[in-house]
């Protein structure tokens, strides 16, 4: 064994010889004579390098390279720095260097500065380094295409050149900044007092320790946010895969905002030209929500103090760089809590879609979640202009275009169900809503809810595909409590003096509607807007005027008998009341009015304007009865009976009210005029002429003030 020992000995003196041979050589050798050479070589590439320190080599426990004062910039901005740094330091292995191969065992970096400027042109500082690169690149290939060949000489076959293999025990960066400034728009951000280090970041080894810190900082930001992310990292074998073991994210800004991602799992690929796989644990916890709305300089608060506290988000993170799902996702919102999945689908460069359109990304999301009560999320109500102002306020309106452009360009699917779901003051049990949108196109599959008392049913599609929009819509709702709905589209906080009557409905009706519009911007929507609506309803009530008691003023008057003694309800309740709606933008035409009102018969027709605020119906009361109902007034004229007395509803939205509804002027003098023809023949004969004039003014007046008289 004596042999092996010595043959030990001799294998460490001959190290030892030859590792101070390298020592002596290196440091005999003045790095700094190649400054001028390294300049010029980077000036070639369009790049203007200042190197104010020494060049340096470090010996021990690595061989290093060490560059003190680097400025990088573009070669026709010299003075404008695009990076610098106190010290770059880059160490390589000793053994692997012998075995004819780079092994980047430390990297250090001292103060590095990154200034990132757009000009006022819109046009980047790095964008000068990268045209002159590629300036170079062009020239480069010109002039070996116009050089005369050379005779090819056989040569033995080159040894493989060595590579650069990632082999980091370490990694150091202190200080770092980097700014980004936009002359354009006068905005500019910076990352400052980053701080990184990672060490054991070996390719196949065990886990390495991997720790950032950085201070986010704004012209949008009101106050900086801070960034520290702490991860346990491992690095497949020829850098294929890596695994977070788990990896932390926290930002936090000021007191009040405070946000943390947890990641868990890998990322991994077969081999170098394969598709990455995902496979990620996924958990953000966001508290609260206001918080960061504050910090990034927004105002906006929610009506409830308990909105927008917390968000969580818990998923499993799978697919491919191509694809990814996410499922199963929970998702917290406050108290409020929805299940389902997410995903997202790349536009291959290669992908077409149905229309042979190049393809375009996809994204997906389907939700199931209990009550939400939306009001809680949604701004404090602002003080209520007077309806005139209201008004000039919406003819004043200038039309919004529409967004177009940022409608098309990707694919996207939501399913989203709710137990129940309270916005604006409307409850609304079970809503279902599926939207399929391809390339600009929107099509509502289903929208779907019971609300207040009956059910909603809607489809429709919405085309952005081209220079203006058009859409359709249909559907209908089946037993739905109108009273409830005016309450809570309309309702005011606003008391109610004892002498103002506004006009109400209640009671339970069908609607159908089918409609459709185009344009380019919301106005044009609204005028191009046309729509047909059926509504039927079994019993309902209109409030506060009482139509079968102006009948009867209108019977008492034409026979001069008393009215009946009784309490007449400020209301008249309708049965199986029928109507058609067809809507041309702002106006729309009420046709083929019927309903029954005890023993009174109504039909009529009208229009309501909504930019003009008004509507104006003409009505026909009839009687079909000796009574107009059980207890109210009799009719002892037959000729009283089935013929219509005219009304006309006429007033602005804000004026409605008892006094709406008054005998119709129009067709008053229609019905004189043949009550008095009758009177006057059976009671006059050949005199008729003589005494119809009389007659004519004596019924007149009696009619004008029917409608104004008391009990």
Not at 399 to 424: C, I, Q, S, W, Y
Request: aromatic share 6%.
């Amino acid at each position: 064994m004596a042999w092996i020992k010595r043959g030990l000995i001799t294998l460490v003196v001959l190290f030892a010889l030859f590792a101070g041979t390298v020592a002596w050589f290196l440091s005999g050798l003045d790095a700094n004579q190649y400054k001028p050479k390294i300049v010029q070589l980077a000036a070639d590439q369009g790049v203007s390098l200042t190197l104010d320190g020494d060049i340096g080599w470090q010996l021990w426990p690595n061989i290093a390279l060490k560059l003190e004062g680097v400025k990088v910039a573009p070669l026709a901005l010299p003075s404008e720095s695009l990076l610098q740094a106190d010290k770059v330091a880059v160490g390589v292995g000793l053994m692997p260097l012998l075995n004819k191969r780079i092994e980047a065992q430390e990297v250090v970096l001292l103060a590095p500065q990154v200034a990132l400027t757009v000009d006022q042109n819109g046009k980047g500082n790095w964008e000068l380094i990268t045209e002159a690169m590629e300036a170079k690149a062009q020239q480069d290939a010109k002039q070996q295409r116009e050089t005369p060949p050379t005779l090819d000489i056989p040569q033995q076959e080159a040894a493989p050149s060595a590579g650069l293999e990632l082999a980091l025990q370490e990694l150091r960066l202190e200080d770092g900044v980097l700014r980004y400034t936009d002359k354009q728009n006068g905005s500019e951000y910076s990352i400052s007092e980053l701080d990184i280090s990672a060490d054991n970041l070996i390719p196949g080894g065990k886990p390495g320790d991997v720790q950032l810190s950085a201070k986010l900082a704004g012209s949008d930001l009101p106050q900086p946010v801070e960034l520290n992310i702490h991860s346990s990292l491992a690095i497949d074998e020829g850098l294929n895969g890596l695994r977070l073991q788990p990896a932390t994210i926290k930002l936090t800004s000021g007191d009040d905002a405070s946000a943390e991602v947890y990641l868990r799992g890998n990322v991994r690929r077969a081999k170098a030209d394969a598709p990455w796989q995902i496979q990620l644990n996924l958990k953000v916890d966001v508290a609260p929500i206001s918080g960061w709305l504050a910090a990034v300089g927004s105002s906006y608060k929610p009506q409830s103090t308990s909105a927008l506290q917390k968000l969580k988000i818990d998923t499993d993170v799978t697919g491919s760089d191509h694809q990814m799902n996410m499922q199963p996702l929970e998702l917290v919102l406050d108290e409020h809590t929805f299940t389902g999945s997410a995903s997202y689908q790349a536009a291959l460069d290669n992908s077409k879609g149905a229309n042979g359109a190049k393809g375009v990304p996809t994204v997906s999301l389907s939700l199931k979640g209990g009550e939400l009560n939306v009001d809680d999320y949604l701004p404090p109500p602002v003080a209520t202009p007077e309806q005139d102002e209201l008004s000039a306020d919406i003819a004043a309106a200038k039309p919004v275009p529409l967004p177009l452009e940022a409608m098309r360009g990707f694919n996207a699917k939501l399913d989203l169900t709710l137990n129940k779901l309270h916005a604006l003051d409307f409850d609304i049990d079970k809503p279902e809503l599926a939207i399929n949108v391809q390339n600009g196109l929107y099509q509502l599959n289903k929208l779907a809810a019971g609300v207040y008392g009956g059910t909603l049913n809607s489809t429709g599609v919405f085309n952005a595909r081209g220079n203006s929009a058009r859409g359709e819509l249909s559907g209908g709702l089946s037993g739905v409590e109108i009273s409830k709905v005016r309450e809570a589209l309309f309702a005011s906080d606003e008391p109610q003096t004892a002498d103002q009557n506004k006009v109400t409905l209640s009671g339970k009706t069908d609607l159908t509607w089918v409609g459709q519009t185009s344009g380019a911007d919301t106005q044009a929507l609204q005028k191009n807007l046309r729509a047909a609506v059926q509504l039927n309803s079994q019993e309902l009530a209109l409030a506060p005027f009482n139509l079968e008691k102006g009948m009867c003023q209108l019977v008492s008057y034409a026979e001069k008998t008393p009215m009946p003694e009784r309490e007449w309800p400020a209301q008249t309740r309708m049965q199986d009341l029928r109507a058609s709606v067809n809507l041309n933008g702002d106006v729309a035409k009420v046709d083929g009015i019927n309903a029954g009102i005890e023993n009174i018969a109504l039909s009529g027709d009208g229009t309501i304007n909504l930019e003009q605020q008004d509507f104006d119906f003409a009505l026909g009361l009839a009687l079909v009865g000796e009574r107009t109902s059980g207890n109210g007034c009799s009719v002892q004229n037959s000729r009283w009976r089935n013929r219509p007395l005219p009304l006309r509803c006429k007033a602005k939205f804000s004026e409605a009210g008892a006094t709406t509804c008054k005998p119709d002027s129009r067709r008053l003098d229609d019905l004189i005029r043949e009550e008095l023809k009758y009177k006057a023949q059976k009671k006059y004969g050949d005199q008729l002429e003589e005494k119809s004039e009389k007659l004519r003014d004596k019924l007149k007046d009696r009619f004008k003030g029917l409608f104004n008289r008391g009990d």
